[in-house]
């Protein structure tokens, strides 16, 4: 008579069992009952019962319950009491935890035993059920038997509500195999038939010829190290792992299998270690060429003590941590990751050319969209990127690895200027700076890559659209530099003052397209004070200061005498009212100006051949020598002021930075 909380047990079990885990116990106590026999014609057999009710698409009904028949030991009272005893040690000589009856009622209403055993010369047959409150067996009838031969019938019966299996034959067939492969592979072992069929017997698949026959739909791979140990608490652990070919394996992946007593518990999917298992692969001929018709994944099983010390009660995973175990030293990450490199080598040549495959895709991204990162290339491991990575999978992998490279070189620099022995100093400082030369040499070509589109795109703002129609001037505003905004509001990297004068980048403070002294004063398109980089961020008389002013392209009405908007005057009537001390900083300081401040203007426009007209017949501007701009000097006030047409500024912009463009390539 037992006496346990059945419910709270069966509540207690963990989620990583699945509907085929009480299926798999059932049969695996079988296969034990047929080996304490010593039968040698041991056989299994697994029916199958569907619901009565017929699916309305014609399709399979569902599976409700199972039987499971061995011809083993039968229920004699030894394995009677041990079934009623909580975490029995009866079959502990063969990995028997006591409990996995228990998790029958995980998934079923009703587990019912009907059994013919031995006893003295004579033959019992001896009926129960399992409890569900105090008792384990219940309603337990025995009675003589006219049978002349033991055995077991385990009925599963009706899976509980919200619970559901595979229902094609062959599907639950593959499942079982899966779990149960170590039984048909161990060497010097010789597995009971096992048979699963309808209820009827009818559509029978023998599981056992799933494995290495020429019909099979799984196949080993013989490999020549298939052995590895791993340090643990209890010290050297030793593990072997025996790689397979699964066959037609629909929308499964390659996985690591984890084996404990000849059962699987748990595994992982390989990709997670090595990306390029993530898809399937196909099997080929001789002459090397694939059959798209026979596809397979690979499932690596792994075996050893430690496995089987560890496995928890509910066979649904193990003892040890996932990763980074403390307490027992060897985690399921330590053994997966050594696996997958065994199932690396078994099919080396795939992954091999899938990595290389992964590797000219890299290299395609880099050279096309971010040659920065050319010489990284030759540095970087890509062993742990996405087998068919993303542009942006790509570009974070990229990014990780200069930061990683950044810190490192940090490090290195911190070390040698705490080193006070000057040889040692010399010896290291030359490796040092060379990093330091090829990650500032990434970020330039990073930077130069960057001009190209933006000039790309200030090109395109200068065109025509479908209509005819040309751009406003806040549109290629924009692309020099955010209007609304200012230096405090607009980072260096945000604005594209380079492409008018490089000499623009080094400014302490640009106010674009804001009112020079509350919200109704004026406002220039762009007003700079011009700082040279050694006096960055002064605000002293002797300091230039240079404003520009923005017209759409084509644009030339400005120019007509009943025109408030002269561009040539507006940057004149600006500069006359910083001299006279009209407007201050944006820190409300005053603009430091003198008699010999310099002041820079300049007029971004269309030069028409009424604009060009009206430049040298009415503003006195002399033209440039390639025509495309025209210049004045305002003594009187220090201004030297330019008329200059957009494609001017782009072509200029283009000269300038056209060798860098070629040194990349670009």
Known sequence: MSNVNIRRAVENIRSNTTIYTPIVEVIVNAIQAIASKGNEDGKITIRVHRSEQLETDGSLPEVRNFDIEDNGIGFDNENRDSFDTLYSDHKIDDGGKGFGRFTCLKYFDNLHV????????????????????????VDEKISQSTETNSGSVVQ??????????????????????????????????SCPEIVLSEKD?????????????????????????NDFTLNGVQGEE???????????????????????????????????????????????????????????????YVFGSYLDNN??????????????DILLGISQVDIESKAATIAKDAVGSDIASRQEKKKVRVQSYVDEQAPWHKDMLEKIDLSGMPYDPTDEQIEIRLQEEKFAQEVQIKKDVAIIMNESNLDKLKENVHEVVSKISDT??????????????????????????????????????????????????????DHNLWIVDERLNFTYYVSSDLPLNGQKSDRPDLLIYDKRVLFRGDNEA???ITIFEFKKPQRDDFVNPSSDEDPVQQIVRYVNSIRDGKYKTPEGRKILVSDNTPFYGYVVC??????????????????????????????????????????????DAKMRNQIFFKKLGI
Request: proline share 3%.
């Open 606 to 651: 269309d030069l028409t051949t009424k604009v060009e007209t009206w430049l040298d017949r009415e503003k006195n501007f002399k033209p440039m020598p390639d025509r495309l701009g025209w210049f004045q000097w305002l003594e009187n006030i220090n201004l030297y002021i330019e008329v200059i047409s957009w494609d001017k500024v782009l072509k």
């Open 440 to 493: 500032s040499k990434n970020d330039l070509i990073h930077y130069i890559a960057l001009r190209r589109n933006i000039l790309n795109i200030f090109e395109k703002s200068l065109q025509t659209d479908e209509n005819g129609t040309y751009s406003s001037e806040g549109v290629v505003h924009d692309v020099l530099f955010p209007r609304k905004g200012d230096t405090d509001t607009t980072s260096f990297d």
């Open 156 to 189: 599963l019966l009706t899976l509980k509500k919200g619970k559901t299996i595979d229902k094609k034959l062959q599907t639950i067939a593959r499942h079982l195999v899966e779990k149960l492969l170590p039984y048909f592979i161990t060497d010097g072992y």
């Open 542 to 544: 002797s300091n230039p």
């Open 201 to 225: 017997g009818k559509c029978s698949i023998k599981l056992n010829d799933f494995v290495n026959n020429e019909l099979s739909a799984i196949k080993e791979i013989h490999i020549d190290k």
């Open 114 to 137: 009907n059994s013919i055993y031995k006893e003295g010369d004579s033959f019992k047959s001896r009926t129960f059920s399992m409890g569900k409150n105090n008792e384990i067996i």
């Open 311 to 324: 496995v928890s009660v509910e066979r649904g995973g193990f003892e040890f941590q996932t990763d980074n």
């Open 238 to 300: 030793k593990f072997s792992v025996r790689v397979f070919k699964l066959y037609y394996p629909k929308n499964q992946k390659s996985k690591t299998s984890l084996v404990a007593h000849k059962r699987e518990v748990s595994g992982s999917v390989i990709h997670k270690y090595i990306p390029e298992f993530v898809d399937e692969f196909y099997e080929k001929d001789s002459l090397g060429n694939i059959n798209h018709e026979k596809n397979y994944i690979i499932r690596a």
